[in-house]
């Protein structure tokens, strides 16, 4: 027996050697995926199917110092060009030492080329437990077309006013080496399409220099389409696994932020 739609193998109740159909399934699973993710037309996954397009990790990885400025009329954030996506979720790297409140407000902003307390289009508030951790925004850029659009598909994710405390949070700062404005240029995906810009501070009470050659506080962002958005089968949302009975930060130095750790304690 095979399946109706790719034909893959579907072994017999009792069958000896089941397992030289299931393992022969494996080769036609990857082929079909491959030529999905290729663009080609033999696996005949379209649009309607809702693989056509995938989420993707983008953006620079978690790394640099903490900072714990915030302001109630804009703030530090990175600039981004898209239109359309569907940004699910970010890393943040938060210090907790001493902080009574948690709560971390981030916004959604329209650039406005660069103009100060511009437009908010969406507004999350997260409780951080402290050090890396992957929050969820469920946030839609607006289409070119929507009424609430950027001018020039320009956004900025950014952190918002303080909730009793200013929580530090790392950023990646030219001055000390961590991001540049060549980084930048290193970070524009076709698929799907966001390309990132630079720094900024649109609060109209800060003082000083845009800060354009650093990354500001959200990392490792996940995205897709709105609509049938899937993971890819190649995810980079676990690039290390860790099964061990405790946790590999309290041992090892450089653990990714993608890390995955199975406790075998019990």
Do not use: C
Request: charged share 25%; no cysteine; net charge negative.
């Amino acid at each position: 027996m095979t399946t109706p739609n790719r034909g893959y193998n579907e072994p017999e109740a009792g069958e000896t050697d089941w397992h030289i159909p299931v393992n022969q399934n494996w080769n036609s699973i990857d082929a079909d995926m491959q030529d999905a993710l290729d663009g080609g037309g033999t696996a005949n996954l379209t649009d309607a199917d809702g693989i056509d397009f995938r989420r993707q990790n983008v953006g620079a990885m978690t790394g640099g110092t903490y900072h714990s400025n915030a302001f109630s009329d804009g703030g530090f954030g990175v600039v981004f060009e898209a239109a359309g996506i569907h940004i699910e979720s970010v890393v943040v790297d938060s210090d907790l030492s001493g902080i009574s409140n948690p709560d971390l407000t981030v916004e959604l902003r329209q650039y406005e080329s660069g103009a100060d307390d511009p437009t908010i289009i969406d507004t999350e508030t997260v409780t951080l437990t402290g050090g890396p951790e992957r929050i969820v925004l469920d946030w839609t850029v607006p289409d070119s077309q929507d009424a609430n659009a950027d001018a020039n598909d320009e956004y900025v994710i950014q952190r918002g006013p303080e909730n009793t405390d200013e929580i530090p949070l790392r950023r990646r700062w030219e001055e000390e080496g961590d991001w540049s404005a060549g980084d930048y240029e290193d970070h524009a995906y076709t698929d799907p399409s966001i390309d990132f810009l630079k720094g900024t501070n649109n609060a109209s009470s800060f003082v000083g220099d845009e800060p354009v050659e650093s990354w500001y506080y959200f990392f490792d962002w996940l995205v897709g389409p709105e609509d049938d958005r899937v993971t890819s089968p190649w995810s980079t949302d676990v690039d290390e696994i860790y099964m061990r009975p405790r946790d590999p930060t309290e041992e090892f130095d450089d653990v990714s932020p993608r890390a995955l750790w199975i406790d075998t304690s019990e």
